[in-house]
């Protein structure tokens, strides 16, 4: 009897997860992490198809010191809009903490975040600009129609996330297809 139960309770469900008529649901969430970090801290957080996320940190010292950075991204595979995305930093996430943070979180498809710090010590001129951060994006299907309704979209940060900290921080969050962001600094320091 309670095998028959069982199986009878099984099958009942499994028209329920195979519904495919609701769009597909793609949330990330980071939750109380990475409280009183020191130093260096990258984090890179994805939920869906094909993101691209990069945190990237060159350092150089030296008399012709020359941190050089070249960032390429590439999506060319189209994606449905039709994708429901949330993405949420929540509680005290990265608070009181002290040094360089690079936090890329994403839900959705399609998505490019990159977050870049050069910093050299040296003589010799420099500088960077957007011809060293490349991205090429493919948001759509090629049979996307403009009558399928795109799926919501939620972006939350806490209020206390990232409180008390000192330094830089780098924050690129996204929900839906085809985002691209790129936060960039570049500190020179001349003798």
């Known amino acids: 009897m309670r095998h028959s139960l069982f199986l009878l309770a099984l099958f ?3 028209s329920v997860l195979a519904d495919s008529s609701s769009p597909v649901i793609d949330s990330a969430t980071i939750n109380n992490s990475s409280q009183q970090y020191n130093g260096n801290v990258m984090v890179n957080q994805a939920a869906g198809d094909q993101q691209q996320q990069l945190n990237s940190r060159a350092i150089a010292v030296g008399t012709n010191a020359s941190a050089t950075t070249s960032l390429n991204q590439k999506i060319t595979t189209g994606a449905s809009t039709a994708i429901d995305a949330r ?3 929540q509680g005290n996430s990265f608070s009181n903490g002290n040094g360089m943070v690079g936090v890329n979180q994403s839900a959705g498809a399609n998505n ?7 910093i050299s010590i040296s003589a010799a001129p420099q500088s960077i600009d957007d011809s060293v951060l490349s991205q090429q994006n493919v948001a759509l299907s090629p049979n996307s129609d403009s ?3 795109p799926g919501s979209r939620q972006v939350v940060t806490s209020d206390q996330a990232f409180t008390g900290s000192r330094g830089v921080i780098q924050v690129s969050q996204s929900a839906g297809v085809g985002n691209r962001m790129a936060n960039t600094l570049s500190i020179r320091v001349a003798d």
């Open 12 to 14: 009942s469900s499994a």
């Open 147 to 149: 009558s399928t309704p």
């Open 112 to 118: 490019q975040m990159i977050n870049a710090v050069r």
């Open 87 to 89: 993405a949420a930093i």
